[in-house]
């Protein structure tokens, strides 16, 4: 997680009024604990997501079906569309009776200032958590910066998936997604860079 402040929550005074709230806290940081997180973004186009977790540029964006994707997760998992706010989330002595619930509200809850992200969580119990339907990949898009070795070993392995493919390129100040249509040769690229 990259924000900071993420985990924490603001236990109401009705919670830290009750006589075992030591044990409720400590069974709250275990349920977060206990959980893996995968993070996703509405959005595809956003600069600060591509110089923060696409190796500035030089990574990729995988798109999906969202509910395929979804729909072929295990029961236990939970998706959570992250909230961002100016406070911690509050939580109360009826939420912490679930301490699953109150983590999954306390892992979906970011500072206001990560909002750009447009973030979804998928949340499941840490461990090895399967997902073999590749089929909800539909798409693929190269950053500017991407090793032209990189775009092609990645066409290369996904090339019987049906997944289309997009080359970003640096048009004055805008970011452009062409498609690339992957039996057809590539221009070749100069220099790294836009």
């Not at 604990?33 to 995988?62: K, P, Q, R």
């Not at 809850?109 to 992200?117: D, G, L, T, V």
Request: aromatic share 10%; glycine share 8%; with cysteine.
């Amino acid at each position: 997680m990259n924000d900071a402040m993420e985990g924490f929550y603001d236990p109401t005074e009705g919670l830290r009024g009750t006589e075992d709230f030591k044990r409720v806290v400590r069974r709250i940081y275990d349920a977060k604990s206990d959980h893996g997180i995968a993070c996703f973004s509405e959005t595809n186009a956003n600069e600060l997501m591509w110089a923060h977790y696409a190796d500035n540029y030089a990574g990729i964006c995988v798109q999906y079906k969202t509910q395929a994707l979804i729909d072929g997760l295990p029961r236990d998992v939970r998706v959570a569309r992250v909230a961002y706010g100016d406070s911690p989330p509050p939580i109360g002595p009826d939420e912490a009776l679930n301490s699953r619930n109150s983590a999954i509200k306390i892992l979906s809850h970011k500072k206001a200032n990560w909002s750009y992200e447009r973030e979804w969580r998928v949340m499941g119990r840490v461990g090895q958590n399967s997902y073999d339907d590749e089929r909800v990949v539909t798409a693929i898009y190269f950053g500017s910066r991407i090793d032209p070795q990189h775009r092609s070993q990645i066409i290369q392995q996904l090339d019987e998936l049906r997944v289309e493919f997009f080359e970003m390129s640096v048009e004055g100040y805008k970011h452009v997604f062409r498609a690339i249509n992957p039996d057809q040769p590539r221009r070749r690229r100069g220099a790294r860079g836009a």
